[in-house]
């Protein structure tokens, strides 16, 4: 089983809402990402969580917060966003070590629109 | 920075047309380079995986190579059909980089019955 899954499909809030992203694998995967894709545009990396610890932010804006509560489970809080933080947010996750084959599994992605 | 660069923008060919998509890089010291597909609205599902060490890697229809020395990986489908239709995209891994993939724009493939 190669799936990972995101909840919302979609969600739509304002600027002054708090909501949250999740992810969830059961690959025994140990690396799971947050990748940011804009319409037309290739998704561009924001954070990696390697063992349950943040290894890679991407410089990403603070009303953007990971939380990685165990190896299946990643979440992406937000607070105070931006229209223009609007786009599909995708999560994915790999093997972690030498001697693996660390491709990334993707999923289905959030739609978030920020009005 | 590794920069990743995938052309033509966009393709149409006919189904039975065999597919030739081209991806080139800047930095040779890759770790691994990885092609994905991406249907409008999707998720990316990952096609095929090559390590920095291989020159090739096949799946079904699929065949993927990749020359570090000329900085290029080419995707090859065989015998085209309408359901390869989606956009086609490529990412590289630098050894400095681990977990941190950079993506071309990618090529958007129509193939016509």
């Known amino acids: 089983d190669t799936e990972v899954t995101q909840t919302p499909k979609h969600l739509v809030m304002g600027m002054t809402n708090k909501k949250s992203l999740k992810c969830e694998q059961h690959?025994?995967?140990?690396?799971m990402y947050w990748y940011k894709q804009k319409a037309k545009k290739p998704p561009e990396l924001m954070f990696v969580?390697?063992?349950?610890?943040?290894?890679i932010n991407e410089s990403v804006p603070s009303r953007f917060s990971p939380e990685c509560p165990n190896s299946s489970l990643l979440n992406l809080h937000l607070h105070a966003l931006q229209p223009e933080d609007s786009a599909l947010y995708l999560c994915?996750?790999?093997?972690?070590?030498?001697?693996?084959?660390?491709?990334?599994?993707f999923g289905p992605g959030t739609r978030l629109t920020v009005l | 920075k590794q920069e990743v660069t995938q052309i033509p923008a966009a393709l149409s060919v006919p189904e039975g047309e065999n597919l030739v998509l081209n991806c080139s890089f800047t930095?040779?010291?890759?770790?691994?380079l990885q092609w994905f597909r991406q249907d409008p609205g999707k998720g990316l599902t990952s096609l095929l995986l090559?390590?920095?060490?291989?020159r090739e890697q096949t799946s079904g229809r699929l065949n993927a190579s990749l020359d570090k020395s000329s900085g290029r990986s080419t995707l090859y489908i065989a015998a085209s059909q309408p359901g390869d239709s989606a956009t086609y995209l490529c990412?590289?891994?630098?050894?400095?980089?681990?977990?941190?993939?950079?993506f071309g724009a990618g090529t958007q493939v129509v193939v016509t019955p």
């Open positions: 994915a996750s790999s093997q972690v070590g030498a001697g693996v084959t660390d491709t990334q599994y």
């Open positions: 690959m025994g995967h140990r690396a």
């Open positions: 969580y390697s063992y349950e610890k943040l290894s």
């Open positions: 930095d040779s010291a890759i770790y691994n």
């Open positions: 090559i390590q920095s060490s291989q």
């Open positions: 990412a590289s891994m630098t050894t400095d980089s681990w977990g941190k993939l950079q």
